[in-house]
């Protein structure tokens, strides 16, 4: 017996129990080998056409002596490179026929680590090898435990190739069984190496003959061709939604569908779907992002982060690629500027596809601006702002004055040179379509952008313009007020008071119908503190009651006594709370019920003076007799109505 190398021996221990985190790996390990064999002997044959031949990798099992066999009818190996590939761990017999056939940038082979192989020993406690050179007669076998070393040996093989038997390990807490049933190899045929160029084939049981035997009859398990590399004229009808359907697992066709195929510095071929609607997980911290990465029709990973950000991770599909640096275990990528440049293709390439869907088909990218505004706004808003400009074009916001969804280009073609990019915050259209301030801005004949979520705002102040009109809150101390306070410093004094440090009040001409709205002063908006509030707390806005001095009902406050007074400034201060999507004071209910309780006892004497006066005929007098009270200095309440509550009655 040959021993393995000492550094051999770590390497190997190394790949069976740490570098691959999924056993099942191994058959896509066996079958990407298989491959290269097959394509150095395709290669071969361009200047030697007797090493032409028909080129499969076949899968066989045998329940009896628990071994699975993958075997092809590649270029084969020597005694001697049976010893150097399989022998020293890490020996590339790939790497090496690339560097000999001077072809390391163009050679499409998968083979480069040489680490593989030793992937069996995962789910086999003994592996053998048997393999006949290409112009060779005699064949080889190479036989190891992986534990101390390996033998070579002369054996039989009729044709040119490699076959390699693995002796499953017993089952325990693994089921390795599960690798001898031809449909379960099948199945990850199908996951890992469905694109392999060359026919995967094996025999799968048919239905029992007239004698009750079940036959098997030879079947290519993987589809070879991907769709992402036939031309249109190739494709069947439905093939690329049947492709889209069957590998994410969606019932609904894809909203949008986007192919790129690169050649450059790296190449590259895409096929990305945007789905009609979010994954179930989308918005949960247990959802995963990421692309399907192939490398020459092999998956190396189910879904490949790095290739697409954060913001676009609802975006599904696949990479296929020759150029990618992967790690040993062809798992995971290594971090480097093709990776890079990839991603950021493929960033510009969907978002692209955006504004054409945008421009070209309206009710298509408002159905996906539906589906993934939040992403896309996270976008806008995320890492400092880094990607505002590129998505800024792509953020539709509803129209107070149109009653649709616009863009803010649209928005801001239909304004006067200087003017704002005037919008409010709330929580859904319906209930900012009712706040006061909007009042002013309808009777002015300007429109309104609605923000609904609570990023909006944020990425407002990143751009804090476009096409050179500000933005403004029109719940902003600044938006334009010019109303008039003198008169009313006496009354707005007692407001205050009352407010006890909550709020400042002031004059505005925004409100019409209504008597309050609230306002903020400064840089942090009514808006933007609710934010914080819902994340802990942190910053306060500063607040202003803004008044409508002309209503009758801040009117009614001039001559209002003093518990009246501070009711109904309560009430309208919660008022002004509740438009703005805030929760009441505990005193509001208090404060309302006494208003009302006011308003009916008013009512209720005065019916009881019209009851009196229609049964007494004396009651015409009653205004003579109010007169010479009044003439002899009599008392002065006999002034007000009957059925006063000690105020003018004004509520």
Known sequence: MKEFRA????????????????????????????????????????????????????LSTDVASRTLTVSDNGVGMSAEELENNLGVIAASGTEAFKKEMKKDGDAELIGRFGVGFYSSFMVADKVTVISRKVGETAAHKWESDGVDGFDICPAERVQVGTSVILHLRADGDEDYSG????????????????????????????????DGVTVGELTTLNSMTPVWKKSKSEQGENEIGDFYKRTFRDYTDPLITVSSRIEGAVNYTALLFVPSEPAFDYYTKDYKRGLQLYCNGVLIM???????????????????????????????????RRVRAIASGLEKKILGEFQKTLKNDREKYEKLFAAFSKAIKFGAYDNFGANKDKLKDLLLYY???????????????????????????GETVDKIAMQPQLEGARAAGKDVLYFVDPVDEFIARMLESYDGHKFENVASESDGDKAEQSGHEELIARMESRLQGKA????????????????????????????????????????????????PVIKSLETADDARFDDTVTVLYNEALLAEGYRTEPDFISALNRLIER?????????????????????????????TAAKSGGDKKQEKPVGSDGSDGAQ
């Not at 690798?179 to 029992?208: G, H, Q, T």
């Not at 490949?304 to 954060?310: G, K, R």
């Not at 990618?324 to 275990?329: F, T």
């Open 599 to 627: 308003g009916i006892a008013s009512e209720a004497e005065k019916a009881d003076g019209k009851k009196t006066s229609a049964g007494k005929p004396t009651a015409a007098k009653k205004p003579a007799a109010k007169k």
């Open 302 to 336: 189910e879904k490949c982060a790095e290739l697409v950000p954060e913001y676009l991770g609802f975006v599904r599909g696949v990479v296929d690629t020759a150029d990618l640096s992967l790690n040993i275990s062809r798992e995971t990528l290594q971090e480097d």
């Open 7 to 58: 550094e051999s021996k770590k390497l190997l221990d190394l790949v069976v129990n740490s570098i691959y985190t999924n056993r099942e790996i191994f058959l896509r390990e066996l079958i990407s080998n298989a491959s290269d064999a097959i394509d150095k002997r395709r290669f071969m044959a361009l200047t030697d056409s007797s090493l032409d031949a028909d080129f499969c990798i076949e």
């Open 504 to 551: 400042t009040v002031a004059a505005t001409d925004k409100l019409k119908s209504f008597p309050v709205c609230l306002a903020a002063k400064g840089d942090i908006s009514l808006e933007m503190e609710r934010v914080m509030d819902a994340m802990g707390g942190g910053l306060k806005a500063q607040r202003i009651l803004q008044v409508n001095f002309d209503h």
């Open 399 to 425: 129209s107070d004055a149109g009653k649709k969804l616009v863009t803010f280009k649209e928005y801001a073609e239909s304004l006067d040179k200087d003017a704002p990019m005037l919008y409010a915050c």
């Open 179 to 210: 690798y001898l049933d031809i449909r379960k190899l099948e199945s990850l045929v199908k996951k890992y190496s469905d694109y392999i160029r060359y026919p995967v084939r094996a025999e799968l049981p048919k239905a029992a003959g007239a």
